[in-house]
T-cell receptor, first 122, second 117 residues
Framework: GAGVSQSPRYKVAKRGQDVALRCDPI?????LFWYQQALGQGPEFLTY????????KSGLPSDRFFAERPEGSVSTLKIQRTQQEDSAVYLC????????????????????FGPGTRLLVL | AQKITQTQPGMFVQEKEAVTLDCTYDTSDQSYGLFWYKQPSSGEMIFLIYQGSYDEQNATEGRYSLNFQKARKSANLVISASQLGDSAMYFCAMREPSGAGSYQLTFGKGTKLSVIP
């Protein structure tokens, strides 16, 4: 079965350029997350979607970062006027779980990650 | 405050030996989940094992087991019979409810495991 896919895998941008990163989650997964991973660090949360609704964007570092998931499947993370500090790996993850209620089952709890997009801003 | 602490930046293990990667966590919630992911040099995050806070038994997945000590707030990963392909970064992560209603993962800084032939 298809896992989470992301494109492009690598992106080099000049400072000030806008970029768009795409994520295709696992089919049927309700929840979608974006994370940012700086070199030598663990991933850090950016934003969360349940279907098409963006329920949490508390991790977005500035208003230059914008994410959408208009039809509840594919998501795009857009970074406007890129800066050198935006250089990182951007990871997308999907999960079957919805926000409401507790779960506890491994299958519903697990977030499955894509291969990431490595962004380098020069 | 650091919610996930991995105190071992790097570890070495002989092939076919067992190795334990340490993870401690901090939360005031009763309901939470703990995860271990493997990240090879290629960059993808591979799910290894999950432990729910209410699970009474330690989780196991093949050669991976999670030594869950709730009172000590530790969730160490044990890899048995190490293989060369186990060389990678290993991340411990916790899922807990957030004020905004999502349940994102909070990751530690990772441990780099090197398996020696």
């Amino acid at each position: 079965g298809a896992g989470v896919s992301q494109s492009p895998r690598y992106k080099v941008a000049k400072r000030g350029q806008d970029v768009a990163l795409r994520c295709d989650p696992i089919s049927g997964h309700v929840s979608l997350f974006w994370y940012q991973q700086a070199l030598g660090q663990g991933p850090e949360f950016l934003t969360y979607f349940q279907n098409e609704a963006q329920l949490d964007k508390s991790g977005l570092p500035s208003d230059r970062f914008f994410a959408e998931r208009p039809e509840g499947s594919v998501s795009t993370l857009k970074i406007q006027r890129t800066q050198q500090e935006d250089s990182a790996v951007y990871l997308c993850a999907s999960s079957p779980r919805t926000r409401q209620g507790s779960s506890g089952s491994r299958r519903r709890e697990t977030q499955y990650f894509g291969p990431g997009t490595r962004l380098l801003v020069l | 405050a650091q919610k996930i602490t991995q105190t071992q930046p790097g570890m070495f293990v002989q092939e076919k030996e067992a190795v334990t990667l340490d993870c401690t966590y901090d939360t005031s919630d009763q309901s939470y989940g703990l995860f271990w992911y493997k990240q090879p040099s290629s960059g993808e995050m591979i799910f290894l094992i999950y432990q729910g806070s209410y699970d009474e038994q330690n989780a196991t997945e093949g050669r991976y087991s999670l030594n869950f000590q709730k009172a000590r707030k530790s969730a160490n990963l044990v890899i048995s019979a190490s293989q060369l392909g186990d060389s990678a970064m290993y991340f411990c992560a916790m899922r807990e409810p957030s004020g905004a209603g999502s349940y994102q993962l909070t990751f530690g800084k990772g441990t780099k495991l090197s398996v020696i032939p």
